[in-house]
């Protein structure tokens, strides 16, 4: 099946509170009492339960209404294509309906946030399509120009939900409920606030490469295109303003090329002869010896392994001896028993018996830290609370986020899932929005607000420069001054990120992980010498195109993203595979012992002397393949490709051949000296 293309609508007049008969605001929603879902003398339940963004019943309503809406003002260009909303309208909300008793159970939807009161929802797509439509097209926001059933309950209503069974058939112009002023006889350019954003397609789209070129003229009785949909070459709106950094190590990562790896973040790092996984505890700063005019970051990290035992800490003198989690894919364990077994987490596997030869023979510290770390990516957690609004809107705002692997600030990008896959968005808040008439942050949605950019390439020509956009990042606007720097004389092009929607708000699913500059992880995955040659030729990629996506690791069958196991911190992510009383540092905002770097490797406390001496270093093979991104792909490495969609595929049963550096990093980094362990 081909995949499902977002529509952003950017105009809503959802509510999530209304003035109540008594002047008193209420939440526009089930009741509280509709809201709870105990049984009663019988038995039988009867209440409302919100639908979460991914849940299927309400996946499949944004995928009705996309499809409904791009065929009414998409026109011919986007006809064999599946759309989807990228989500519901501001503060519209999906609610379940669950009636059980008697061995049977009864579920309805129902759409709330209309701003007539929870009174008047919504049934179905089709009930709502009108005020949607209305939503697109209308530039005056006029509610008498809405011909849904709640806004004008006396107009035929002449649209129906497509049977599940069969394709819906295209909706005729005549029969449009939009009232004829709503509608342009004409095509019409585009305004400045569009309330609908359509990606266009090309040929560089089926290669997961959105287009920007204006569509062609439409034949003669095609649905005409409002003002309302995105198509103009520039932004299509402002961008936002970026918020100054509210702490120290904030500060520190919006610094281009400064730190690539951030306190608590899980990462592959080099044993010496192989890889392993662990979690990073400090960093710091120190003088390069090979070129004393800079500095080079220096990590402290602490290695994963099963609750049974512990190994040292190890410090990383340069950022050559880690990677990022998501660059490269843990590999099945190495115990047949537990390669074989399905639905084993770290927590419920007995981990005595695998020491004692229960599951096969392997390695249980390298199937301790595979577990852990998908643990890990499984999980979330929100750090640094800024605001609370629970009394009036029910949501919470922080300055950090802690997805997966990886620690995630405001105010700097991330990959998108949506888009053309290679989207990003510069995060300005992250909402923790809780479920009304309750206090508990495990049920919460967890919303990124943010600016949506794409990647755009213009042929170089005297007099016209890229967009300047003061709004962006540090790390993004000097990552693409040293790529065009590149470009420009070999390429003839410049580049630059071009604004598609300003505050838009996805959940975390959507999200792929960190954006890391080219100019500085790429030397690294590549090898500083395969990049000075690709540089020489202009050819920079993107470093996205070498990551995988946050939730890879465990998803099934291609199965969607799911926002994971909330947790009330780092440490818990991390568990029992790190040593009880693991500190994780903060830094320069942390206490003055957190900026002590230790001179040595630390025991554990919990291994003894005798325990100490007999230590034995663990060889933790990985292997060297990313998950299919977007259709990128780049010759080299394995299998004659690297990274992205296409690279080379080991089978899990070859973990041998992955036990020493120079077979598992062919094509990515520098060969490893033997004998002397450094690159």
Known sequence: ????????????????????????????????????????????????????????????????????????????????SNYILAALPENYRLYEHVKSGSGSEITDAYLYGHPQGRKKRYRSPGDFFPHLLWLATDDNGEPDNCSCKLCAPDDIQVFKEPDRGKPPEPIKKEQAPVKKEAMPSKPSTIGTRPMVIVPQRSNSQDKGISATKPPASKPPGSATLPPAVARQAGPPTTPTLLAPAKCFEQDEDSQWAKYLFRQGELAWFNRGNAWGLSVILKRTLARDLQNPNRDRAKYLVQPLSHPLHHPSTKIIDSEEGLRPWLAWSPPAPTHQGLASASGLTYSTIDWKGVTSGRYGQGDAEVDGSIFAAKAVDGSFSLFLPLANNTV???????NGLYLGGEKIWTGEPVRLRVGS????????????????????????????????????????????????????????????????????????????????????????????????????????????????QDLARGEIGDAGAWMNARGDCNAVNGAAPKPGNRVVDRLEAFGKSIPAGTKISKGLDGPPEDQVFPTANVV????????????????????????????????????????????????????????????????????????????
């Open 604 to 679: 554990p406390p919990s291994l003894g002397q005798q325990q100490q001496q007999q230590q034995v270093q663990v060889q933790v093979p990985i292997t060297n393949m990313s998950m299919p991104i977007d259709g990128v792909e780049e010759e080299g490495g394995l299998g004659g490709k690297k990274g992205g969609e296409g690279q080379g595929v080991v089978s899990d049963g070859d973990i041998e051949q992955f036990m020493d550096l120079d077979r598992m990093e062919e094509g990515y980094v520098q060969q490893f000296n033997e004998g002397g362990g450094q690159f």
């Open 421 to 532: 896959g290679q989207d990003i968005m510069v995060i300005h808040s992250i909402i923790e929005r809780l479920k009304p008439g309750s206090t508990s942050t495990s049920s919460a949605t967890i919303f990124l607000v943010g600016d949506i950019y794409k990647f755009s390439t213009l042929a170089l020509q005297p007099g016209v420069e890229p967009p300047d956009n003061r709004h962006l990042p540090l790390r993004l606007r000097q990552d693409m001054e040293y790529r065009n720097r590149a470009t420009i004389p070999t390429k003839r092009t410049m580049s630059f990120w071009k604004l598609v929607q300003a505050k838009a708000r996805l959940t975390i699913t959507d999200i792929k992980g960190r954006w890391y500059e080219s100019s500085a992880l790429l030397p690294i995955l590549k090898g500083a010498e395969p990049f000075s």
């Open 392 to 398: 009036t809107t029910g949501e919470r705002i922080y």
């Open 1 to 80: 099946m081909a995949p499902y293309l977002p529509l952003y609508i950017t105009r809503s007049d959802g509510k999530l509170e209304i003035l109540g008969k008594s002047r008193k605001k209420e939440s526009n929603a089930p009741t509280a009492d509709q809201l709870d879902s105990r049984p009663d003398a019988k038995g039988n339940m009867d209440y409302f339960k919100e639908l979460e963004l991914g849940d299927a019943k309400e996946v499949d309503w944004r995928r009705k209404l996309g499809g409904m809406l791009i065929r009414e003002i998409g026109g011919q260009e986007h006809l064999g």
